[in-house]
């Protein structure tokens, strides 16, 4: 298709160890299709986003653009889980295990099951906290999430929210925090926004800075 632009995702861990090869590859497929690409490391908690989610993004450009490299850096002030919840009215509470309420009684808000279990266990449970955004929320992991004051899982629509979906999007009857392509693997639409905004406005500016030269 050769488009002018390409974004590409992926999880911070493509960055690190052994994988960094896969990233080689991808910088130079994209090389030998006529693209430059940039790797840039952003958390949608700094975008506008209600979630500390870490991804490594891909930014190609078409050599035939000739436009300069992209920057890419941003700082809004992240949103708390406390807002998000002046946003939504009452939520369902799904009951929860006695072994996770014991441990839910003693965790403190922020932290991990871990830091409350005799051996260490239970690391990906997490009772969150009021005052900081949603910890990174992945597929399988919608009975690991726990509201902060309240002994239950969090709801569809705070995972809708933390992750910037509109909470009366339809799901085609699935409970997007479950199903393993919706909310869990995706790049959150407010995210993307700010990226393909910025690109936008610098090709824009560039394009001017050329009429004018």
């Known amino acids: 298709l050769q488009p002018k632009i ?34 840039f490391n952003l958390n949608a908690a700094t975008m506008g986003v209600a979630q500390a989610r870490r991804r490594i993004f891909f930014v190609s450009r078409h050599d035939d653009l000739n436009l300069k490299p992209i920057r890419l850096s941003f700082k809004e002030k992240p949103i708390t889980f406390r807002e998000v919840t002046t946003w939504l009215g009452p939520q369902p509470a ?24 005799p051996t260490g266990s239970y690391f990906s449970a997490r009772r969150w906290s009021m005052n900081k955004p949603a910890p990174t929320l992945v597929s399988g992991s919608y009975d690991k999430n726990f509201h902060p004051s ?21 799901w085609s009857g699935w ?3 479950k199903s393993k392509w919706a909310i869990g693997m995706s790049v959150p639409p ?13 090709w824009m500016n560039s394009l001017e800075d050329k009429v004018e030269n």
């Open 6 to 39: 390409v974004i590409s995702e992926n999880v911070t861990g493509i960055v690190k160890g052994k994988a960094k090869g896969y990233v080689k590859e991808i910088v130079q497929a994209f090389k030998d299709a006529g693209y430059s690409t940039q790797i």
């Open 190 to 202: 407010l995210m993307m926004q700010r990226i393909a905004l910025e690109i936008r406005h610098q």
């Open 150 to 170: 309240q002994p239950r899982q969090i709801s569809q629509d705070e995972w809708s929210a933390c992750s910037s979906f509109p909470t009366d999007m339809q």
């Open 175 to 177: 409970d997007a925090r």
């Open 94 to 117: 799904t009951p929860m295990s006695n072994c996770y309420q014991e441990m839910w009684k003693e965790c403190r808000p922020g932290d991990s099951f871990s830091t409350v279990h």
